[in-house]
């Protein structure tokens, strides 16, 4: 099976960026144009608010249908991905689009309201974005003033800071607190730590021992407070 490892860039884009589609419903009846999430995954962020500890469930992480449903991307770990062909029956058969094969690479079928594909459960969601949409798309109290973060990853409010990035993939990077990248205006990036407690996100100095592979929550920096 050829994989295609996706370009930081790209994923900034697909994850924060792609528009919205329609609302998520109990039961679909259709895979047109509707994007799925791993089910232990989802289960996990909820309880825990973090990517980081939702790690062990991003292998087949998510899967993207287009608007005709004839074909699909699977995203491994946030990272990697590949496309396929549909072809729809009694099962949901998924094709290499690489590669011509006599039989499926996956089968799976919808059951009350769930994709499922071998022993994997996903369930639909509305974005890409879901985990932005979900803990971090809104209007915060800082010590600089009040701020907003979009769905596009744009911060607005304060001069000091122009986007975001919530970090989902942490297959090649050690850490024990979860990260986000804040970009100034210069467009340079700085790493934090944070955590979610109650209606605040505590951010903490990130140290990197080796850039981008391991490093270690430090002190706590600041706070901002959902309004």
Request: hydrophobic residues 35%.
């Amino acid at each position: 099976m050829k994989k295609l490892i996706l370009p930081v860039a790209l994923l900034v884009t697909m994850i924060a960026c792609k528009t919205e589609t329609k609302q998520e419903t109990a039961k679909p009846k259709t895979l047109e144009n509707t994007i799925w999430v791993n089910a232990k995954y989802l289960e996990t962020l909820e309880r825990t608010k973090s990517p980081l500890r939702a790690k062990p469930f991003a292998d087949t992480v998510m899967i993207n249908f287009d608007s005709k449903a004839d074909t699909a991307s699977i995203v491994w770990n946030f990272h990697e991905g590949s496309s396929y062909v549909i072809k729809k029956g009694e099962k949901i058969q998924f094709f290499d689009a690489y590669e011509v094969k006599p039989k499926p690479e996956f089968e799976g079928a919808l059951s009350n309201g769930m994709l499922k594909i071998g022993n994997s459960l996903f369930k639909q969601v509305d974005t890409t974005g879901f985990i932005e949409k979900k803990y971090w798309i809104g209007k915060y109290s800082t010590t600089d003033g009040n701020i907003e973060l979009r769905y596009d990853g744009k911060i607005s409010g304060v001069d000091s800071l122009a986007t975001y990035y919530v970090w989902t993939d942490y297959i090649t990077t050690q850490t024990d607190i979860d990260l986000i990248d804040l970009y100034a205006n210069s467009n340079k990036s700085t790493t934090y730590g944070y955590k979610f407690a109650g209606n605040e996100i505590i951010f903490y100095e990130f140290i990197w021992s080796e850039e981008g592979i391991i490093g270690k929550a430090g002190k706590e920096i600041f706070r901002w407070k959902k309004i």
